[in-house]
């Protein structure tokens, strides 16, 4: 007899077959997962032990196994820097990485396999050696202040940073020198904003990822938001369904206030990193703060702007890697995955996640390269020059993907239970309330599918799940992970089902219209 979930995947099957113009090849559903890559430290083509553009188009299959229907880049324009957070032309790519034509040629392979690319857009600020801001240097030098200075800000007697070769001029630059602050007020840089957006789109850029949110104007929350909503509706204008998401390294009450942009998410940056709920709930197996916090942070990001989505992530360039956070134990690895990957909304994971990297310290060591293999080196990326740690996992991915208990192919299971259930996306969260501290339960509703999220983050105990208690009467396991999910229907079934440590469990409530009875 076939298996509930086998009989859903037929049903899922003859549907792309039988809708007027849909194949199987079309099967691909988004999963809201984004996948961030540091460029320059992911995948080399060249064999110059830098990252570039064709290696990354080489591992889309790599990619799309994960689940990931979009990648983030980070900034791929020339710069100085190896972490091109200072651009020196946003027309352009990096001759490191590779060439305009090489990104539409990666754009054409992404948009094959479903999957979009969001470019990162850093405009708080651009490079001392971008040409804007070295003519309008030479215009203050040479006595003319009616030119290119309007872009920049720049101030007499005294600032931040002095422009060379004057006297009495200084320029601001929150990042330091080497990054001098745009004047964001100025018609023509919005103007300029506007018109680099629009060229990305053009050459099949899907969405943008915005540097430094709250330093566009520091200190102001209420023009902070207002910039974002120009971005945002730029954005719109050239393509509706541009995705936007927002880097604010802030409290959550200044994360609620930006959403007023129209913003489609901002990083929940709160719920991060080693003091945020999800580490903190995976290395201690208490899993249920998880759904309780969560579950109103959406309602009050729902509560703000109804569309936006929260964009939940465990670690990302600038913070030390998860690994180090939760004790490099596989298991509360495992649990951190479940805990940020079936939550609502847009979910994000930093390239190296998913096998278990390590990085903390300086920012070079949070970036070292993708270890595509632990024996053969010439595989990988060279790391950053100044980094001072070397990697600590061992086992790289062509070690993982033969192993079925791997971390790689727990993330991979995890994407496709996302790929399974699409309401995990956009759909509105509420806890459930459990007495067990060790288990994440919530629901997910969203255009008539009611589903339960069941995640146990016990490393020894199961968790037992009272079915009628917990306002589970009716509904049915289609998606399990680490549990059987027979099994589980037929505890369902009698009102008492098990869950067994570091496992979970997706359920559909019997209202909903694509319910397929075990």
């Not at 990302?316 to 990957?341: E, I, T, V, W």
């Not at 062509?398 to 192919?409: K, R, T, Y």
């Not at 790929?419 to 509703?445: F, K, Q, S």
Request: net charge negative.
């Amino acid at each position: 007899m076939a298996s509930h979930r086998s009989w859903r995947w037929l049903i899922l099957l003859l549907t792309a077959v039988l809708l007027p113009g849909c194949g199987v090849a079309q099967e691909k559903r988004e999963t809201g997962i984004v996948y961030e890559i540091f460029v320059g430290s992911f995948a080399d083509s060249d064999g110059d032990g830098v990252g570039d553009l064709k290696g990354i188009e080489s591992k889309l299959d790599y990619i799309a196994s994960l689940g990931a229907d979009s990648i983030w880049l980070t900034p791929i324009h020339p710069s100085p820097s190896y972490h091109h957070y200072d651009v020196m032309d946003y027309y352009a790519v990096a001759p490191e990485f590779g060439t305009l034509e090489d990104f539409d040629a990666l754009a054409a392979a992404c948009a094959e396999k479903g999957i979009g690319i969001i470019l990162d857009l850093v405009v708080n600020h651009t490079s001392s050696e971008h040409p804007w801001f070295l003519s309008a240097c030479d215009d203050l030098k040479a006595g003319r202040t009616d030119g290119l200075q309007d872009d920049f800000i720049f101030s007499q007697s005294s600032g931040q940073h002095p422009v060379p070769g004057t006297e009495d001029w200084y320029y601001e630059g929150a990042f330091g020198s080497h990054m001098p602050d745009l004047n964001l007020d100025c018609p023509g840089v919005r103007q300029e904003i506007a018109s680099i957006i629009a060229f990305w789109q053009d050459h099949g850029v899907k969405g943008f990822r915005l540097d430094a949110t709250t330093s566009y104007y520091t200190g102001n929350t209420a023009r902070n938001t207002a910039f974002l909503q120009f971005i945002t509706e730029s954005a719109k204008a050239g393509d509706p369904d541009c995705y936007v998401v927002g880097e604010a390294w802030t409290n959550e009450n200044t994360i609620l206030e930006m959403y007023q942009s129209g913003i489609d998410s901002l990083f929940n940056f709160p719920a991060s990193a080693a003091e945020g709920v999800i580490v903190k709930a995976a290395s201690k197996g208490k899993g249920a703060n998880v759904a309780d916090k969560l579950a109103a942070w959406n309602e009050k990001i729902k509560a703000v702007s109804p569309a936006a989505l929260d964009a939940p992530f465990l670690s990302n360039h600038d913070q030390a890697r998860s690994r180090g956070m939760l004790g490099s134990n596989p298991k509360q690895m495992k649990a951190a995955a479940m805990l940020y990957l079936l939550l609502p909304g847009r979910p994000f994971v930093y390239y190296g996640e998913e096998i278990g990297m390590s990085g903390s310290g300086r920012d070079e060591n949070k970036r070292l390269p993708m270890l595509w293999s632990g024996a053969d080196e010439t595989q990988n990326c060279l790391p950053p020059a100044e980094a001072d740690q070397a990697q600590r996992l061992t086992d790289g991915v062509d070690a993982q993907e033969g192993d079925p208990d791997s971390l790689l192919n727990w993330y991979r299971q995890l994407g496709r239970i996302r790929e399974m259930n699409p309401a995990l996306i956009g759909g509105r969260m509420r806890a459930i309330e459990t007495d067990n501290a060790a288990l994440c339960a919530y629901t997910v509703a969203s255009d008539g599918v009611s589903l339960a999220v069941l995640i146990n983050t016990s490393l020894k105990e199961n968790a037992e799940i009272d079915a009628s208690a917990m306002g589970l009467a009716g509904y049915a396991c289609l998606d399990a992970l680490g549990a059987d999910a027979e099994a589980l229907n037929a505890g369902l079934r009698s009102g008492g089902a098990s869950l067994p440590p570091i496992a979970c469990a997706v359920l559909q409530g019997p209202e909903s219209p694509i319910l397929i009875a075990p």
